[in-house]
T-cell receptor, first 111, second 113 residues
C-alpha cells in the first residue's frame, strides 16, 4: 500500500528564515510525486510534479527535490504570503491511479 | 468553466438524512476524483471516474456512499443516512487523462448534527 508521511506537522518561521519540509514515501514504483499548496477554506493548488530521483523544480521562493525515498520542499527567504498547508502526494505507475496524499505541513511565516 | 465548481459550499444536515454534493469539472477534463478531508487528516480518496470506464469505487467507506457522473461531465456524490463521522470537507478534482496534477474545487463542508 502506498504511504506518504510529511514532517513536521507544523512549522513557524520568521520572515526571511529559510527552511525545508519533508515528504517520505513508500510506493510500489513511482510515476510521480506532487506538491500542492492549500489555503484555508480552499482546495489544494498544484505546485510541482517530480518524476525521478535527482530532479529539481523551482517556483519563486520554492524548490522541490526528489530522492528515491523522499522529497523536500525548500522555502528560501519566506514571506507571510507563503503561509499555507503544503501537501505531498504520490502516484504509482498502475494506470491513472488516484494520488495518495500525506497529511500536510502547516507553515506559518511571521512578519 | 474556468475552474472546478462545487456546490453547495456548506451543508448542515441532520443525522439520518441523505445529502447530495455536486461537482462541475473543467470542460474537457476526462478524469474526475472525489476526496474527503477531515480535520487533522490527509485527503482520503473516495471514487474516480475516467471517461466511459467503470468508476474506481475502492475508496468509498461504506455502501451509504455512491457517486455518478452524467454525460462525462457533472458528478454527484450522494451520502445516505448521514452519520456524524461523515462530517468533513468533500473535495472534487478533475484532470486531463495522463496529465500532471489535478485541479481541485473549493470543496463542500458537510456538517452532520
Amino acid at each position: 500500500e502506498d504511504q506518504v508521511t510529511q514532517s513536521p506537522e507544523a512549522l513557524r518561521l520568521q520572515e526571511g528564515e529559510s527552511s525545508s519540509l519533508n515528504c517520505s514515501y513508500t510506493v510500489s514504483g513511482l510515476r510521480g510525486l506532487f506538491w500542492y499548496r492549500q489555503d484555508p477554506g480552499k482546495g489544494p493548488e498544484f505546485l510541482f510534479t517530480l518524476y525521478s530521483a535527482g530532479e529539481e523544480k523551482e517556483k519563486e521562493r520554492l524548490k522541490a527535490t526528489l530522492t528515491k525515498k523522499e522529497s523536500f520542499l525548500h522555502i528560501t527567504a519566506p514571506k507571510p504570503e507563503d503561509s499555507a498547508t503544503y501537501l505531498c502526494a504520490v502516484q504509482s505507475p498502475s494506470g491513472n491511479t488516484p494520488l495518495v496524499f500525506g497529511k500536510g505541513t502547516r507553515l506559518s511565516v511571521i512578519a | 468553466g474556468a475552474g472546478v465548481s462545487q456546490s453547495p459550499s456548506n451543508k448542515v444536515t441532520e443525522k439520518g438524512k441523505d445529502v447530495e454534493l455536486r461537482c462541475d469539472p473543467i470542460s474537457g477534463h476526462t478524469a474526475l476524483y472525489w476526496y474527503r478531508q477531515s480535520l487533522g487528516q490527509g485527503l482520503e480518496f473516495l471514487i474516480y471516474f475516467q471517461g466511459n470506464s467503470a468508476p474506481d469505487k475502492s475508496g468509498l467507506p461504506s455502501d451509504r456512499f455512491s457517486a455518478e457522473r452524467t454525460g462525462g461531465s457533472v458528478s454527484t456524490l450522494t451520502i445516505q443516512r448521514t452519520q456524524q463521522e461523515d462530517s468533513a470537507v468533500y473535495l472534487c478534482a478533475s484532470s486531463l487523462q495522463g496529465s500532471d496534477g489535478y485541479t481541485f474545487g473549493s470543496g463542500t463542508r458537510l456538517t452532520v448534527v
